[in-house]
């Protein structure tokens, strides 16, 4: 790393912008009076850097960082790594604690890009960008202000904790425990693989060979388990194929057995003859009964219609019904009549008495139309006083009454005269329409005679179609009896060829001619012959499927023997017992080939881990010695002390270089006789 420019404002003595340019300087000194900020500068770069200042030593102390009375500080700081250029910047701000960096960021120059933004990434970046931690460059790059002087001035035993901790010597403190810890991991490691190796005491090559014996005679068994069981395979079929011809054998000799002509053969001749000359007579009663509907049809069609005849016979009844009504209307209208009088005498009477009861009564008239301070209409003198008794007398007034009543009892009996009337007239007409229907037609006589013989032929015409009906039911029956008869012929001849030619193949003859008689004799007997022979076919097949299962149970018996022999106990399949009893063999020779792998590799194993052992121990050993640190911090201090020489007679042209004396540093003047 290089340092190329840096930028401070606020920061330690720096109040105000302040800019360090490193360009072009290879080597260079920062000169000037305390507190003009010299510590300042290589403070900011350590603050830009890693965010903490090493002379506070305390690395989340930053608020001396701060300038007195400034709220915060900006530190911004070049630098180059190889050939890329960098710039790390933070802001660190005043809190009501303490301080905190509230800004953070590495950026690279080259391209502008951001590798981070965050303290805790700024932080990491750095880093891995030098390869340096905070404490190494510290340590290695910059070294804390006052720490070499005090290393110089202290005593022997605290320079040597200071040299220790400055050149970070304690690692050989770290490098003795981590040989212990690995000591003790190998140890671990050593007993656990003798462990193992212990758990793998029966994998020896006694073992294997043992196992490699017992997989060949496991294999050797195999294939004479697999050629001795498609033997038995062979005689199984053997066995299967002789009972199939056993069975069909004794199916040809039960067929040929159950060879007999059907039931009733010998009536179905008679049976065919007997119902076909039934169906011809049936069929001829069908014909006659149809022809005699036709007949009985055609002569009521010959009579004609019945309504004109039934018309006659109903005007005449309705004649005498009208007339009826004409014998009780007369007196109803003479009736009638004589009320409409005595009701139109009654009221002329009433209007009499009503006249004479006002010619009576004029002065109550006159008094009616009287009014005071008025002249009289009759003597035209001025009327003073009304007189009492105003209004008409009561015999006025009743005769009024009586005189309405009259007048309502005559409308009365002039309304029923008049419908009564009215009905008659009706009832006249319709007799006089009647009688003049029954003048131009058929004689009441003539017209029941034709209606009786009417009905009669329609008698005589469904008695006719009820005999075509029971005709052709008995024809349709006679004509199914007749198809069965025939079926039955037609099934037992069907019958006959069915049996005949599924025996051809057996030899049986077919059948010649129509004659089920002799067919199914000649059948029957040839069934009856041939039967015995394939009765001994079924023995003779019965035998060999016997002889075959045997030799296949010899052959069972034989492998089950072999098994045992080999230690095997046969299962339901004797070829997948060998095959796992093979198949574990193979897995144990395996199992055992593997465990001698796996002994070889723990014996290797075993070994670089007791290896391993024995350096770490003797590391631990060595790095553990009280003299060993002292010494290695008296080659350090002889290095140490010699680079400082040379630098010292550098700086003085030669006059002053450094020695140890009595575990103390001299300064040697070479120009005052050394």
């Known amino acids: 790393m290089r340092p190329v420019h840096l930028t401070m404002e606020g920061f330690g003595a720096y109040r105000d912008k302040a800019e360090v340019d490193f360009r072009g300087a290879d080597l260079f000194a920062l000169t000037g009076p305390t507190g003009a900020g010299k510590s300042t500068v290589v403070d900011a770069i350590c603050f830009a850097l890693y965010g903490s200042v090493p002379r506070y030593q305390d690395q989340k102390l930053l608020v001396p960082a701060i300038t007195q009375g400034a709220p915060q500080a900006r530190v911004s700081f070049d630098f180059t790594v190889g050939d890329e250029a960098y710039r790390v910047f933070r802001l660190v701000r005043r809190t009501a604690s303490g301080a905190n960096t509230k800004e953070a960021r590495l950026e690279r120059l080259g391209d502008g890009a951001v590798l981070a933004g965050v303290k805790k990434e700024v932080d990491a970046a750095v880093e891995e960008l030098l390869g340096l931690s905070y404490d190494q460059f510290t340590k290695c790059v910059v070294l804390p202000q006052g720490e070499f002087a005090r290393f110089l001035h202290d005593k022997p035993d605290d320079r040597q904790s200071m040299l220790v901790r400055l050149l970070d010597l304690g690692l050989y403190k770290r490098m003795a425990d981590v040989a212990h810890q690995r000591d003790v991991a190998a140890e671990r490691e050593v007993v656990s693989l003798d462990e193992q190796l212990a758990g793998l005491g029966d994998a020896t090559v006694q073992a294997r060979d043992a196992a490699a014996t017992r997989v060949a005679v496991l294999d050797k068994l195999h294939r004479t388990v697999e050629e001795r069981l498609e033997a038995a395979a062979a005689a199984m079929a053997r066995v299967q194929e002789a009972r199939t011809r056993a069975e069909q054998a004794a199916q040809v000799a039960r067929t040929l057995q159950q060879v007999r002509p059907p039931a009733g053969l010998a009536d179905l001749a008679a049976s065919q003859l007997a119902t076909a000359a039934a169906r011809r007579d049936a069929e001829a009663a069908e014909t006659a009964a149809q022809a005699a509907v036709q007949q009985a049809e055609a002569q009521v069609a010959a009579f004609g219609s019945r309504g004109p005849w039934e018309r006659a016979l109903e005007w005449l009844a309705e004649l005498e019904k009208q007339q009826g009504r004409r014998a009780k209307g007369e007196p109803m209208v003479a009736r009638a009549a004589e009320a409409q009088d005595a009701a139109r005498q009654e009221l002329a009477a009433a209007e009499a008495a009503l006249e004479a009861a006002q010619v009576a009564d004029l002065a109550g008239q006159v008094r009616i139309h009287l009014l005071a301070g008025e002249p009289c209409p009759v003597c035209e003198q001025t009327v003073v006083t009304l007189p009492a008794g105003g209004g008409p007398p009561a015999a006025v007034e009743h005769a009024r009454q009586h005189r309405i009543r009259c007048a ?190 796996r002994v070889g590799e723990l014996h290797q194993r075993r070994a670089q881990a007791a290896q391993r052992q024995e350096v770490a121990r003797a590391l631990h050993k060595h790095l553990g010695t009280k003299g060993f640190e002292r010494w290695v911090l008296d080659e350090a201090l002889d290095h140490l002390v010699a680079g400082a020489s040379e630098t010292m007679k550098t700086l003085s042209s030669g006059q002053y270089s450094l020695a140890m004396s009595d575990k103390d540093f001299a300064v040697i003047d070479h120009r005052d006789a050394d």
């Open 408 to 597: 309502k009892d005559l409308e009365a009996a002039t309304g029923e005269a008049e419908k009564v009337r009215a009905t008659l007239a009706t009832v006249l007409e319709r007799i006089a329409e009647l009688e003049t229907a029954l003048a131009s037609g058929p004689a009441v006589a003539e017209a029941e005679a034709a209606l009786e013989a009417i009905d009669a032929a329609a008698r005589a015409a469904e008695a006719a179609r009820t005999a075509d009906r029971n005709a052709r039911s008995g024809a349709q029956q006679a004509r199914q009896a007749a198809t069965a008869a025939e079926q039955s012929a037609t099934a037992a001849r069907d019958d006959l060829l069915r049996t005949a030619t599924t025996l051809t193949p057996l030899g049986a003859p077919m059948p010649v001619g129509d004659d089920l008689m002799t067919g199914w004799a000649d059948l029957t007997a040839w069934a009856a012959a041939a039967a015995p022979q394939h009765h001994e076919a079924a023995q003779a097949a019965q035998s060999d499927a016997a002889a075959a299962e045997a030799e296949a149970t010899a052959i069972h018996a034989e492998l089950v023997e072999r098994c045992r022999s080999e230690g095997i106990e046969p299962g339901r399949d004797l070829r997948d017992t060998v095959v796992a009893a093979h198949t574990r063999a193979e897995s144990d020779l395996q199992r055992i080939e593997a465990a001698l792998a």
